[in-house]
T-cell receptor
Framework: AQSVTQLDSHVSVSEGTPVLLRCNYS??????LFWYVQHPNKGLQLLLK??????LVKGINGFEAEFKKSETSFHLTKPSAHMSDAAEYFC??????????????FGAGTRLAVHP | EAGVAQSPRYKIIEKRQSVAFWCNPI?????LYWYQQILGQGPKLLIQ????????DSQLPKDRFSAERLKGVDSTLKIQPAKLEDSAVYLC?????????????????FGQGTRLTVV
C-alpha cells in the first residue's frame, strides 16, 4: 500500500536560517510527489511538484525539494526562512498506478514556526 | 483562471441538524475531491468523483454523509444528522485527468474550504 510519512509534526527555525521539512513515501513504483502549504484559514496552495524530468524541483517562494528514489524521500528545503513561511506543510503522493483516478495521499503535515 | 469555489465559508449548526456544502470546480476538471480536515490533522479523503461517477468513497460515513456531482460539474456534500465530531474544515479540490505516458503530473487545486462547527 502506498503511504507518505512526514517525519516531524513541528519544526521551529529562526528567521534567516535554513528550513528542512522531511517526507518519506512508500510506493511500489515511482509516484508523483507534491508539497502543499496551508496558511491559517486558507486553502491549500501548491508549492512544487515532482516530474520525472529532474530530481531537484524548484517551487514558489524559494522552496525546493529533491527526489531521492534510493531513500524514498522528497524533503522540502529553503535556504533562508521568512516570517511569512510560518504555515502547515503537506507532502502528498500520487501513486503511479491508481487506476487512472488520480488518487492523492496526504501526509499528516508539518507545522513550521519561524521566530524573529 | 477562476479557482475552485466553495460555499459557505463558515457554518455553525447544532448536533443532529443537517448541513450542505457546495463546490464549483475549475472548468474542465474531470476529477473532484471532498476532503475533511480536522484541526491539527492532514486532509482525509471523503469522496472522489471522476466526471459524475464515484471512484472512491471508502472513507465516507455513508450513514450520515452523502455527496453528488451533478452533470459532472458542481458538487454538494451533505451531512445529516451532524455529530460533534464532524466539526472540521471541508475542502473541495479538482484536477484534470492525468495524461499517462506524457510525464505530466497533475496536481489538485483546492478551494478555501468550509469551516463547520457543530455545537
Amino acid at each position: 500500500a502506498q503511504s507518505v510519512t512526514q517525519l516531524d509534526s513541528h519544526v521551529s527555525v529562526s528567521e534567516g536560517t535554513p528550513v528542512l521539512l522531511r517526507c518519506n513515501y512508500s510506493s511500489s513504483y515511482s509516484p508523483s510527489l507534491f508539497w502543499y502549504v496551508q496558511h491559517p484559514n486558507k486553502g491549500l496552495q501548491l508549492l512544487l511538484k515532482y516530474t520525472s524530468a529532474a530530481t531537484l524541483v524548484k517551487g514558489i517562494n524559494g522552496f525546493e525539494a529533491e527526489f531521492k528514489k534510493s531513500e524514498t524521500s522528497f524533503h522540502l528545503t529553503k535556504p533562508s526562512a521568512h516570517m511569512s513561511d510560518a504555515a502547515e506543510y503537506f507532502c502528498v503522493v500520487r501513486p503511479m498506478f491508481s487506476g487512472g483516478y488520480n488518487k492523492l495521499i496526504f501526509g499528516a503535515g508539518t507545522r513550521l514556526a519561524v521566530h524573529p | 483562471e477562476a479557482g475552485v469555489a466553495q460555499s459557505p465559508r463558515y457554518k455553525i449548526i447544532e448536533k443532529r441538524q443537517s448541513v450542505a456544502f457546495w463546490c464549483n470546480p475549475i472548468s474542465g476538471h474531470a476529477t473532484l475531491y471532498w476532503y475533511q480536515q480536522i484541526l491539527g490533522q492532514g486532509p482525509k479523503l471523503l469522496i472522489q468523483f471522476q466526471n459524475n461517477g464515484v471512484v472512491d468513497d471508502s472513507q465516507l460515513p455513508k450513514d450520515r454523509f452523502s455527496a453528488e456531482r451533478l452533470k459532472g460539474v458542481d458538487s454538494t456534500l451533505k451531512i445529516q444528522p451532524a455529530k460533534l465530531e464532524d466539526s472540521a474544515v471541508y475542502l473541495c479540490a479538482s484536477s484534470p485527468i492525468p495524461r499517462t505516458g506524457t510525464g505530466v503530473n497533475t496536481e489538485a487545486f483546492f478551494g478555501q474550504g468550509t469551516r463547520l462547527t457543530v455545537v
